[in-house]
């Protein structure tokens, strides 16, 4: 035809795809999760539950320092943490006995599932290691769940240029805060965010312990965290347990995850008992439970429906919202979560809404987390 109109020379333009079809804005659909086994496994999935991209210990072939190699070959189940970091080249986890940082680069095997950075847990600083998360300059943080006042977040330089020993490189020890379960490093804000509690969570100190939210500045200069009482935020109060575990428990409710929402300057945060949104901005705690899931989580399900019994002061309660261990949100409005079994540690499957119905995943595995493999719109991983 362009023949015809003597336009041989023409070169038609190309067709732009809509904004929500170019890759850029494709939906979410790659979700990164960790199962409790012998040995432990790592997976990233798509909706469907479809593994592309697995590892355990026995995909290792480098050779390790000895320490390293012990821890990883513990017999520990543990896959208590993993993220997204590194523009997707990477993956930071607690797995068996280390925290690590892995190669993702399934296009390149020479490099794919080589362990760049890692320390072992067995000693009594980090044996309670239970969050992780990358900081600017190639700098990892963990966050333990010990119930002193010593305990708190640790900062190691993971440079994939180091070398591995047993004895990596300590860069900060910051103390303080107890039963940490929750690690968000803020671009905007230039600050790593951390959840726990103010008191022992385990009702070992003689006050009573609340969930508390606390911010740690960054300084780009000397490439620390500052400790600073500005950024303290707690819940108003503190609540025990009993309806759970039975009469006079001794720990009180603390958190388990600290969530992002795209594209806002709020955290969700879930715990022992349910859902709480804050707001930076403010600094105040402005949401709880039905609340929250009414404007994050729509099609939200209880995973089992026996999740009631009586506080300690007598008093019966429902407790739908109870033990999140894992939830991510999305820009689509999809949103996946972990709600542990009653009266145990884990789940057995991993819940994803989208559309506000909820699809059953990753079903019989024992999941303690399971998250979004990508950055959060707004909330972005350094780069390294």
């Known amino acids: 035809m362009f023949l015809f109109f003597g336009l041989d020379g023409y070169t038609p333009p190309n067709i732009q795809p809509q904004p929500a079809l170019r890759p850029e804005n494709k939906p979410w659909h790659e979700i990164i999760t960790g199962v409790y086994r012998e040995p432990p496994l790592l997976k990233i999935h798509d909706r469907r539950g479809t593994v592309r991209w697995s590892w355990e210990r026995f995909d290792v072939t480098q050779d390790l320092p000895p320490g390293l190699k012990r821890c990883l070959y513990s017999s520990a189940d543990d896959a208590t943490d993993i993220k997204w970091m590194a523009n997707g ?42 969050s992780v998360e990358p900081l600017p300059g ?16 640790l900062v190691y330089n993971a440079s994939r240029d180091a070398p591995l020993t047993d004895n990596p490189h300590l860069l900060q020890n910051i103390t303080g805060l107890r039963a940490i379960h929750g ?3 803020d671009e905007h804000g230039q600050m790593l965010w951390a959840a726990g509690t103010d008191y022992a969570a385990d009702g070992s100190d003689d006050m009573p312990a609340r969930g508390v939210i606390r911010g740690y500045p960054f300084d780009s200069t000397t490439g620390r965290l500052r400790e600073d009482q500005t950024y303290f ?12 575990w039975g009469k006079n428990y001794s720990w009180w409710a603390g958190p388990h995850d600290l969530v992002p929402v795209p594209n806002k300057r709020k955290f969700l945060m879930s715990d022992d ?31 089992t429906d026996e999740r009631h019994g009586y ?33 145990e ?11 506000g119905l909820r ?26």
Not at 233 to 244: A, E, H
Not at 321 to 330: R, V
Not at 348 to 354: D, E, G, P, R, Y
């Open 89 to 130: 080249t990477s993956v930071a986890a607690i797995y068996s006995d280390l925290v690590m940082v892995l190669n993702h680069t399934p296009d390149d095997p020479s490099t794919d599932k080589s362990i760049t950075f890692a320390v072992c847990c067995d000693n009594e600083f980090l044996w309670n290691a239970h």
């Open 345 to 355: 540690f884990r789940g057995m499957h991993t819940s994803l809404v989208a559309r």
């Open 183 to 185: 690690l968000i490093w």
């Open 311 to 343: 506080n300690r002061d007598g008093g019966f309660e429902d407790l739908p919202l109870s033990d999140l261990k894992s939830f991510s949100l999305a820009p689509d409005g999809s949103f996946i979560y972990v709600q542990a079994l009653w009266q």
């Open 273 to 303: 008992r349910g859902l709480h949104e804050f707001d930076i901005e403010s600094g105040r705690f402005v949401a709880d439970n039905e609340e929250v899931i009414r404007r994050y989580m729509k099609g939200f399900e209880v995973t």
């Open 233 to 244: 935020y707690s819940l108003s109060r503190p609540q025990d347990m009993d309806i759970q």
């Open 138 to 153: 190639e700098r990892l943080a963990i966050g333990t769940t010990g119930q002193r006042p010593w305990d708190g977040i």
């Open 359 to 384: 699809h059953m995943i990753n079903k019989g595995d024992e999941i303690y987390r399971s998250r979004w493999f990508g950055d959060i719109d707004g909330w972005p991983k350094p780069k390294q």
